[in-house]
């Protein structure tokens, strides 16, 4: 190739490499981004409805597994999760009582919207203490106790979320998980996998086959009045990134004074196995009063657990930050 003809050649390769990156330039300034989803709509939370669900499972007596009271709330239970939920699925699994019997158990998970992929769980407690161990009346110490908020408010707040999201559709998977056998434990932390069986064996056997959530949140005693829900150890271990963005919507929504900043010791609860078993970042957002020596308030494992230590006020606060949370979850604002 001769020297001029050589020169224009490399010109026109050099013009040809300028022309195809300005066009690929402009193919990529031309990129449509994705739209972002609605801002969601976060409902009203209903504290009378949700009283009224701790009122009822109240009706049915102890809910130690093997007992009547049991047996009756679970298929309470079963029944309204079923008016609302896409779909209720009961396992059952053998628990072990304090008193060494071994009935049958029930974990109960209502599942809405099971075809979306992204999920989150939301969970309680629905049994209670077969025993009053903190009860000052010793005559009474082996007896069951009423469960008003331990246990209770937990499901009386969840059942409430259900009917809900029944009403208002939601762009996310959520699973009710209401765990069975949680309080049935040993006194004193000797046998620690005693507690929360329920959670134990869900962990290990979700209703799922491969099931994965992004995060979960625990409810335990969040019904009485002046509840203070602090930022949980096994919470701020495991799933801190959670507990930093609940406390600070909570304080936002108004509820500073029940959601407060202070840092407490981890509790063996649903959420310790959730977390280390399963793998699923979970929070407790469970009430530790500082003016008790147990850590919990003045009525735990006794029997004054009744419907006279639950607030309306508290269930409100509790049922509409984990409401904001699930529909902010939705919308991709959380």
């Given at each position: ?106 974990n109960i998970i209502a599942v809405f919207n099971p075809d979306i992929k992204e999920r989150i769980i939301l969970s309680a407690h ?119 963005k609940v406390w600070p919507l909570a304080q936002g929504m108004g509820y500073g004074g029940f959601f407060v900043n202070e840092n ?71």
């Amino acid at each position: 190739m001769k020297p001029a003809f050589r020169i224009l050649f490399m010109l026109a390769l050099i013009i040809s490499a300028i022309a195809c990156g300005s066009d690929k330039e402009t193919e990529s300034e031309t990129e449509v981004p994705a739209e972002p989803k609605p801002k969601a709509v976060i409902p009203a939370f209903n504290a009378d409805s949700a009283y009224a669900f701790i009122e009822k499972q109240l009706s049915f007596g102890p809910r130690v597994p093997g007992s009547a009271g049991h047996k009756a709330c679970k298929e309470w239970l079963v029944s309204t999760l079923g008016q609302w939920a896409d779909d209720v699925i009961e396992q059952d699994f053998k628990a072990k009582n304090i008193d060494g019997s071994t009935p049958t158990a029930t974990n109960i998970i209502a599942v809405f919207n099971p075809d979306i992929k992204e999920r989150i769980i939301l969970s309680a407690h629905w049994d209670t203490r077969a025993v009053a161990d903190y009860d000052e009346d010793t005559s009474r110490k082996k007896d069951p106790i009423p469960g008003a908020d331990d246990g209770g408010s937990g499901v009386g707040v969840l059942l409430e979320i259900a009917r809900i999201l029944k009403e208002n559709k939601i762009d996310l998977g959520v699973d009710i998980v209401l765990f069975d056998a949680e309080d049935q434990g040993a006194e004193g932390g000797e046998d620690m996998e005693s507690w929360c069986q329920g959670a134990q064996y869900w962990s290990r056997n979700p209703h799922e086959k491969g099931y994965r959530a992004s995060f979960g949140i625990l409810l335990d005693m969040v019904g009485s009045e002046g509840a203070r829900f602090t930022k949980e150890g096994i919470s701020t271990r495991y799933a801190n990134q959670i507990v930093e963005k609940v406390w600070p919507l909570a304080q936002g929504m108004g509820y500073g004074g029940f959601f407060v900043n202070e840092n407490t010791g981890p509790i063996t609860d649903d959420h310790y196995y959730v977390n280390v078993i399963a793998g699923i970042p979970m929070i407790d957002i469970i009430n530790r009063p500082h003016t008790t020596t147990t850590g919990f308030g003045h009525y735990w494992h006794t029997h004054d657990d009744t419907i006279d230590v639950i607030s309306k006020t508290t269930l409100r606060a509790v049922g509409q930050v984990v409401l904001a949370v699930t529909f902010k979850t939705s919308d991709g604002t959380f």
